[in-house]
């Protein structure tokens, strides 16, 4: 059991520090950043496809203001107010987090917490 | 002529189905008979398909659906195909799937024959419901009231053999619940013993199979057809049939308690209801137009409200006798920090949850419309963030839980499986960190990884190595688990390490990919019998001898005035090239290469996980 206690203590040493020194020398080039933010985005004249995986003419606008926006040094949540309030909320394929979608992203959540009372309720009898 | 036979044995089929619904209250007859009017009835409705097949093979204008949908220089397989390839085809395809499903139903053996004669009149009444429904708003032989030579022609996206096996085996999928639906209320109403739990186990590993098979398809159909180089986007549509699927696989877990003599009916019987429901809530919503997509063929109202009517009468009544019917009170869980029963409870509840968000997301837009008005998109990021991450404990737990015990705490060998994770999550670091490093890639990989190495160990500590059938019997749980750790695998790094190139080209440049030289032979433009295609054709690796000749470009059809496009794909074991021919700008050819790596994992690992299915469907 001893061991086993140290396998995990330095497992998690080592997680850790890696987790750490890759975040740090992850930088993003601009087109890396570019991809992260259209794969987000509706292509307004496709069916059902993202702006990055889509070659219609309006994608491949957007994708340029995008990255001349980035290039200015915008930040993404300006990026995505200056789509919604030209384009609508239907361009983003991640909701917003607003009042209205205020059930749609808090209902996981509120699932998860039931069922983790319930596992706990009915296992408290049980101990052995 | 053969419009006319077809309706006619439709209808019949329907009466005879009255008949046997009514014989439970009114005319009552012995078994044989009874079963021998079930096979007839599915038979009617059998021949009911294959006369409108008919009518699209020797294209009958005159038939009005055939007129709709299909043109006479279609080749053959498509003509065949095309008859489910529209709203009322596709439906007739339903109801005789189900009369299919009820038929070898009726020839199940070692079960009361009061209790399969109840399941058999629930499969009756679904057959008037759904029959009912064909008749009155998409009765596919309608007359043509005007006379023609010519049809309309099939949606181009369809003319593939995808379409000749994708529909028919998510269908099986689909309304093979039925027939789970079938003996769950049928169970509720008898309430004998727990023999039917066998046999709804049966039946729920033979429509989950089906159900991933035909789900499979469908993404292999939109990887290479839709051209953008992906397999699932989170579209409405998919997110519908994943529903069911999630909730069928709980329900074949929540059957393996049975063997811990933890038998949790109540839990079984509501699965049971629910996966046949949202069987249908699928349909509802993709057949009356309110989504969107290749699969909503044309929109109309009435369909939508008779099918909406239809669940409700389906969902209402199955859980008014769920309620009404109770089973007595079953054996308390033996619920323990970790063993083999909580393991499969909290399997159960993560995927119920997961169901319940992508029902949620899938539905949200609709309701923000109804009340603000206001057209919001719920896409692949929210369920990426949300969905995938409940399911990561339940990947974790799936890694061992065919080894925990059911009445213990206790985990054999866990010093193997603890030194195993260390060593292969310091590999996957390792891996991240010389490569690009992605969190969810990482995390991929190392649950990916785990199952399988996991599984392994499972299998060579806990049991005798010996090659026959029983032996592939017992470790089936765990070669399932294999399946989805290597489609895990196929899934994170074909969407986390894809590369995408970017080429304009003219004919005869040479282009580098993945270090390999690349030439770009030339465009050729042909005429086949009932479309024009223009191909770019390039030879992959020609320093090589044996350089591998990869076509893409895209398809014009004239009857119906669309474009589709036709992507080059290059298959190898680790990763596919995916070759896009963009337009034309000032002579240069836009070229676009996507290489996936390990796309091929992805079909492997539910190959092996339906293998798993039909092993398991032979054991008891």
Redesign the interface.
């Known amino acids: 059991m001893k061991l086993n206690r140290f396998y995990k203590f330095l497992y998690i040493i080592i997680l850790s520090f890696v987790f750490f020194t890759l975040k740090i020398f992850a930088v993003e080039n601009i087109d890396e950043r570019v991809k992260k933010l259209t794969l987000e985005l509706r292509c307004m004249t496709c069916q059902n496809q993202s702006i990055y995986d889509s070659d219609a003419e309006f994608s491949n606008d957007i994708k340029k203001i995008v990255k001349n926006k980035l290039k200015a040094g915008e930040s993404e949540r300006d990026i995505k107010k200056f789509l919604v309030e030209r384009y609508g909320e239907y361009i983003l394929f991640r909701p917003l987090m607003n009042y209205n979608n205020i059930f749609l992203w808090g209902f996981p959540f509120i699932l998860l917490i039931i069922g983790l009372f319930f596992v706990l309720i009915k296992s408290k009898g049980n101990k052995v | 002529m053969s419009s006319l036979v077809g309706f006619l044995s439709l209808v019949f089929a329907i009466g005879i189905n009255f008949y046997l619904f009514l014989s439970r209250y009114i005319f009552k007859f012995q078994k044989q008979k009874f079963n021998l009017f079930i096979r007839f009835s599915s038979l009617l409705t059998l021949l009911s398909f294959f006369s409108l097949m008919y009518a699209y093979v020797v294209s009958d204008f005159s038939n009005y659906n055939v007129f709709q949908n299909s043109h006479s220089n279609k080749p053959l397989i498509y003509k065949i195909s095309g008859t489910w390839g529209n709203h009322e085809g596709s439906m007739l395809l339903w109801l005789c799937i189900l009369s299919i499903f009820s038929f070898f139903f009726s020839f199940t053996k070692n079960i009361e024959d009061n209790f399969q004669k109840l399941t058999l009149i629930i499969q009756a009444f679904l057959h008037i419901l759904f029959g009912l429904f064909i008749v009155f708003t998409s009765n596919p032989f309608l007359v043509n009231s005007i006379l023609v030579n010519e049809g309309l022609g099939l949606n181009p996206i369809l003319q593939d053999p995808g379409l000749a096996v994708h529909p028919p085996i998510l269908y099986a999928g689909y309304v093979g619940y039925s027939i789970v639906f079938s003996i769950a209320i049928a169970g509720l109403f008898q309430n004998t013993d727990d023999e039917w739990i066998y046999v709804a186990k049966k039946w729920s590993l033979i429509s989950w199979t089906f159900l991933t098979g035909g789900i499979a398809l469908g993404s292999y159909w939109a990887y290479y057809e839709l051209g ?3 397999w699932w ?1 989170w ?1 409405p549509v998919e997110n519908i049939s994943l529903m069911p699927w999630i909730a069928g696989l709980a329900l074949v877990h929540s059957l393996m308690m049975v063997r811990g003599e933890q038998a949790i009916k109540k839990w079984i019987v509501f699965l049971s209801i629910l996966c046949f429901s949202l069987s249908v809530f699928g349909t509802f919503l993709v057949r009356s137009g309110i989504l ?3 699969h909503s063929f044309a929109a109309d109202a009435s369909r939508g409200i008779f099918i909406l009517l239809i669940f409700f009468i389906v969902t209402g009544f199955g859980f008014l006798v769920f309620l009404l019917k109770e089973p007595k009170k079953s054996n ?6 970790i063993n083999k029963v ?1 393991a499969l ?2 399997n159960n ?2 995927m ?2 997961a169901t ?2 992508i029902l ?2 899938t539905i ?1 837009p609709i309701i ?1 419309e109804v009340l ?1 008005n ?9 369920f990426n ?3 995938i991450p ?1 399911m990561i404990p339940g990947f974790l737990l799936m890694s061992i839980a065919p080894i925990l015990s059911w009445q ?2 206790k985990i054999n060998n ?2 193997k499986y ?2 195993a ?2 060593i292969l ?2 590999l996957v ?1 390792l891996q ?2 010389f490569l690009d ?1 992605n969190t969810w890639g990482f995390v991929g990989l190392l649950l990916g990884f785990w199952i399988i190495l996991a599984s392994i160990i499972a299998i060579f500590s806990s049991y005798k190595i010996k090659i026959n059938i029983k032996f592939f019997k017992i470790i089936n749980p765990h070669v399932a688990h294999i399946g989805v750790g290597i489609a895990i695998i196929g899934i994170t790094c074909s969407s986390v390490f894809q590369n995408e190139l970017d080429f304009n080209l003219n004919e005869g440049d040479k282009f580098n990919v993945n270090g390999k030289t690349v030439l770009f032979e030339k465009i050729e433009t042909t005429n086949e019998i009932n479309f024009q295609s223009l191909r770019g054709k390039f030879l992959f690796d020609i320093e090589k001898n044996q350089s591998k000749k990869i076509e893409a470009g895209k398809n014009y059809y004239p009857v119906s005035k669309m474009i589709t496009s036709e992507a080059g794909i290059l298959h190898k074991w680790n990763k596919d090239i995916y070759f ?1 021919l ?2 034309q700008k000032n002579n240069e050819w ?1 070229v ?1 290469v996507l290489i996936n790596p390990f796309v091929s994992f992805i079909w492997l690992g539910v190959i092996i996980m339906m293998y798993s299915g039909l092993i398991a469907i032979s054991r008891r």
């Open positions: 953008w180089g992906g986007f579209d969107t997509s290749v308390a869980l033996n619920l323990l920090f909580s409870v909290i509840i993560l119920i949850i319940l968000t949620l997301g949200y923000i603000y206001k057209r919001i998109s719920v896409g692949g990021p929210y963030s949300t969905v409940i213990t705490n866990s010093k603890v030194l994770f260390i999550s310091v670091i991240s960190y490093f896009i963009g337009d836009f676009k």
